[in-house]
Every structure is written in C-alpha cells, then in structure tokens.
C-alpha cells in the first residue's frame, strides 16, 4: 500500500459504534452521515417527541441496520444508560461518542429582556444541556472506552467559544430591547471547551482522545442582512455549508488524529482570525 493510501484508510471508521446526540436537530444528521459514510454504525440520540427531520428519515431508510434511533435526553442520566444498552445489545460497545445535543435559546417566551435582565433560570438552563449534558453524556459512554483502552470522544463547541457575538450583526433587526444572543451560550461553549481539555489530561492516559470541534455559522435561514454582514467577516467570504462539517468530524473520532487530543478545531472560515 502506498504511503498515501495508508494515510488515507486511517479517515475509516469501519466496525467502530459512534454515538450522535441531538441528532434529529440540524446538524445531527450531517454528523451521522458523515459518520456512516467513514465506515461507522452509529446510534442517533434525541429527545422523546422530538420529529424525525427528512435527511435523518432518508438515513434510517439507507443504512437500515447500521443506524438506529434511540431517545434520550442528555440531562437525565438513566435515559442515557438506557440508550448504552440498547446500543450494546444492537449495535455493538460505543468507541466514539459526538456530543451534539445543544440550545441556543431554551424554548418559550421571545427575548423580552436586557443583557441586566436576563433570568438566571435560562442561563441555567443552557448550561443544562450544553455542558452538564455533555458531561454526563461522556461520563456514560466514555467509561467503556476507558475500561477498552479504546475511544474517541468529539465535543461539538461553537466559533462563540472562542470570540463574542457580534451584536452589530442583529441591529437591523429593530426590535426593542435589542435581541440579544444568548450570553450563556458562548459561556456554554467555553466551558464545554474547558472540559474538553479536563477529559483530554484524564482519559489520554487510558486511550481515549477527547477533542472539540467548532463550527461558525451554519448557511440556514438566516435573513439576508445578518448573512451579508456574517460573511463579511469571514476570510473565505461565506458561511459553513453542511459539506464543511463532515470531513472535520471524520477525522477526529478517527485513527487519522491519533495523537491529536485535547484541541479546538475551529472549522469557521476563518472568522475568529482578526
Ligand atoms: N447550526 C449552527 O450554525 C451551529 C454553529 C455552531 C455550533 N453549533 C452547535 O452544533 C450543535 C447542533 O446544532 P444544530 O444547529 O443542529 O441545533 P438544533 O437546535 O437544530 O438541534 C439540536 C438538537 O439537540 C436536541 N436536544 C436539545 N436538548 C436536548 C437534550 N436535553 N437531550 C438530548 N437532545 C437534546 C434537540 O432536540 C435538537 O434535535 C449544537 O451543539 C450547536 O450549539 C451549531
């Protein structure tokens, strides 16, 4: 085999279990492709209740055997043992777990209030999910890994750990109070990245890597002017398509970073640059 094709058979993942959470979101299933198409089997993870979005429907249809969709909600550690075990028993023992399951801003009432206003009861409920979800989510499936000597654990950050947002992107929006993004949501990410590190040091010495991956904005419904002046601001002058993701996950949950643990990769475009 030639040296490029060894390097290239590392991005596989054939016989290893992946598992997604919150993948019935946006994103979700473009993590779960990715996954599937590297060669993985991967358990897809959402809420009860929670539709079954067309691209992860065409998945299940696809893959068949090799992709399942169990409930769980990150918050509530038994839902997640549940969901182990089923995984176990269907698919096989996880070695790579991708904790996706994240809020922006939890559901309810629109923003009504000022940055000095902001209830603390939604800044705790953020952390919730992105951080203490994402702990216990690893806590779950990264103890098999430790005990095999073997995972890789990919925690889905956002470019907002790294820099702000910036407000000036909502101004033309009108709205009075101004909206405002939600600040728990980048100190959500930061600390997500925080114990990314913390697993990182813990687990490297037992097999496991634990890496972060951050994404800028995602090309969605954004309204016109918040994505000509988003774009602006990205070196390569657009948003992240779906196709952007995909690779980048690949090749952190595989034997391609094997000696890569314990970092960020920013996949923005180059936003976070100046
Ligand atoms: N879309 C973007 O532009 C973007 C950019 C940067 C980072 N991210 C991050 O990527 C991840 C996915 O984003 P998305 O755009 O798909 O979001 P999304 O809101 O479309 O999907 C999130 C999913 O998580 C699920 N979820 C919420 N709470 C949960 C819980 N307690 N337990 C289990 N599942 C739960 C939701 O049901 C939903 O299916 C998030 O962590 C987000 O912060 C997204």
């Known amino acids: ?61 696809r893959h068949g055997d090799a992709l399942r969709l169990y409930h769980a909600d990150v918050r509530v550690r038994e839902t ?41 009861r939604q800044f705790h409920d953020v ?11 690893a806590q779950v499936f990264g103890a098999g890994m430790v005990a095999a000597g ?22 033309h929006l009108d709205l009075d109070p101004p909206f405002l993004k939600p600040p728990a949501y980048g100190a959500s990410k930061s600390a997500l990245l925080g114990l990314t590190r913390y697993l990182a040091a813990h687990w490297g010495p037992h097999g496991v890597r634990v890496n972060s991956l951050s994404p800028g904005g995602v090309r969605g419904g954004q309204d016109p002017q918040f994505r ?3 774009e602006a601001r ?18 952190l949950a595989s034997p391609a970073a094997s000696y890569v643990n314990g970092i960020d990769l920013r996949v923005d475009g180059g936003y976070a640059v100046w």
């Open 1 to 61: 085999m030639s040296a490029e094709g060894a390097a290239t058979e590392r991005f596989r993942l054939d016989g290893r279990v992946a598992v997604v959470t919150g993948a019935c979101g946006r994103l979700g299933p473009v993590w779960v492709e990715a996954l599937l198409d590297a060669g993985a089997r991967v358990a897809a993870l959402d809420l009860p209740d929670v539709p079954v979005p067309p691209a992860l429907q065409r998945l299940l249809e």
């Open 80 to 120: 997640l043992e549940a969901a182990r075990e089923r995984c176990e028993t269907e698919l096989g023992p996880v070695r790579i777990l991708v904790n996706n399951a994240g809020i922006d801003q939890p559901p309810g009432p629109a923003q009504t209030w000022t940055l000095d206003q902001v209830p603390a």
């Open 127 to 137: 952390l919730a999910v992105n951080v203490t979800g994402a702990f216990q989510a």
């Open 150 to 171: 073997d995972g890789a654990i990919v925690n889905i950050g956002s470019l907002y750990a790294t820099v702000s947002p910036d407000a000036r992107l909502y101004e």
């Open 228 to 230: 000509e002046k988003f």
């Open 234 to 251: 990205v070196p390569l002058g657009r948003m992240a398509e779906p196709a952007d993701l995909g690779g980048p996950l690949v090749f």
